[in-house]
């Protein structure tokens, strides 16, 4: 017997816990809220009207990325408060190379011309897989007091081990979990409510949204990605450790938190 | 000048139109809220326990990987439900990655050393790196059969253009260029209706049909549901003929 997990799965119990799931941690987890609320203030600043100048052709693209990325972040904290971690750090990975994409093309505007035609011949689909390397284009940004060099790097690896990709830490901690719980409801053990699992997927969501903020304020010339908010995660996850309902975030190897 | 901030919500708004408009969509899109329990139903059949028979220790993996596979394909239906498309698609990608992975390790169990050794050490991820490219194993895949290389080649690219990789398919299907003699608009809809929600909700389907015919594949049983792309297209024409580009379901 390959499995101990089970009756009946039904798609509207799992879907139901999943919205249970949602509105207790919109109730609990209302710091975090304020943590992600911050990066929607700053983006919606940065692209603001009249903040963002220059010639509409060159700077469409990247500001449609940026828009992506956006769309990204915010899906990450609604399956993330919802309990589905490994969906949460799966698009946590798209939101960061949406902005690193956008990024790039806002450096070099001959990108955005590969990236738009991209389908368009078997030799354009080439010259863009040579020229957006993720992991080229994110040791090419550049090292700055807002973001420093190895911190986008560190994040995007954790991304990609625990959802980002089938890799075998987020396998493993998902089959730990579903390992470890009677089925519930139909499918329940699938969500996280608490733990660890979740604090970390909380904490590189709104990581990955002060990432995102800075390379827009960095590609646009505007100064509105919140000050100390790396210290301030780091702290709001530090002090969640503390709290009955989570385990620690020790696990986490992501860079320590800068100090300006 | 661009203008884009001005239409932006704060948080609360985005999550609770999110969840407005899963509610709704439970509602109006029950015929493939059904689709996607038929999925259900057959992978947690091909999940029952005693049901998979085999060299158990050669399948750890890939029952790890293809439960990783599930977790995706219920969040994509999440995120599609709710109307956040490119976010959809990302998990879809993923989803179908997982199954394929799995069934890679299937046919070639000792890759599941290299897929669990990968951050023993560099040499170790760069081994990993080597051996695990997706669009090798799409290409191992049986010509025919219950999963087709073809079909679930072309499954995968439709994820990667529409949100499973930043590409203009999947920011051009969801926005549009606003332009006045004050500004230009470059608009990204958070959520979707219409057109690109329809084909969110195909893709989904086909994407947790070719999962469990991986499945039936990896573990040589057969309960992958039967008609199920048929009644996905016939459930996708109606839903042609309902739809506008911009969509007619409410908003809330």
Known sequence: ?260 | MIDEGSRLPTITQILDRAEGNRHVSRHLLSEWFSLFQEVIVSHDGIMTPGFVQGNLENLTIPMLLVNYAFSYFIAAVDTCLSGQVSPCFALQRLCIESAVYAHAIVRTPELGTVWAMRDTSDADLQACKAKFKIGDFLNDLPDTGPAPRATVRSLYDRTISYGGHPNSGGALSVGGVDETDEYVSVGIELFSEGRPLLHALEATADVGYVMVCLEDLMFNVHLAPAGLPERIAMLSAAGLHNTTVGGNKPAE
């Open chain 1, 1 to 260: 017997m390959v499995n101990s997990y089970w009756d009946s799965l039904v798609l509207g119990r799992i879907l139901d816990s999943a919205d249970e799931c949602r509105r207790a941690s919109r109730q609990s987890l209302q710091r975090w809220l304020s943590l992600f609320e911050e990066i929607v203030v700053s983006h919606r600043g940065i692209m603001a009207s009249g903040l963002l100048q220059g010639y509409p052709e060159e700077v469409g693209v990247p500001v449609g990325l940026v828009r992506c990325s956006f769309d990204y972040f915010t899906a990450a904290i609604d399956v993330g408060l919802s309990g589905q971690v490994p969906a949460c750090f799966g698009l946590q990975r798209l939101c960061i190379e949406s902005a690193v994409y956008a990024y790039s093309i806002m450096r070099r505007p001959e990108l955005g011309d590969i990236w738009l035609m991209r389908n368009d011949t078997p030799e354009n689909r080439k010259s863009f897989q040579r020229e957006f390397q993720i992991t080229d284009l994110i040791d090419a940004l550049p090292d700055s007091d807002l973001l420093p060099h190895g911190d986008t790097k560190g994040l995007y690896n954790l991304t990609i081990d625990y959802g980002g990709h089938p890799n075998r830490d987020a396998a493993l901690a998902s089959a730990m979990r579903w390992g470890s719980k009677e089925r519930q409801s139909g499918g329940a053990e699938f969500l996280e409510l608490e733990g660890l699992p979740l604090l970390l997927a909380l904490k590189t969501t709104a990581l990955t949204g002060y990432c995102m903020a800075c390379l827009e304020e960095m590609m646009f010339s505007v100064a509105l990605a919140p000050h100390t908010f790396p210290e301030r995660v780091h702290a709001l996850a530090v002090s969640s450790h503390g709290d009955p309902k989570t385990y620690g975030i020790a696990v986490a190897r992501q860079s320590e938190p800068r100090t300006r």
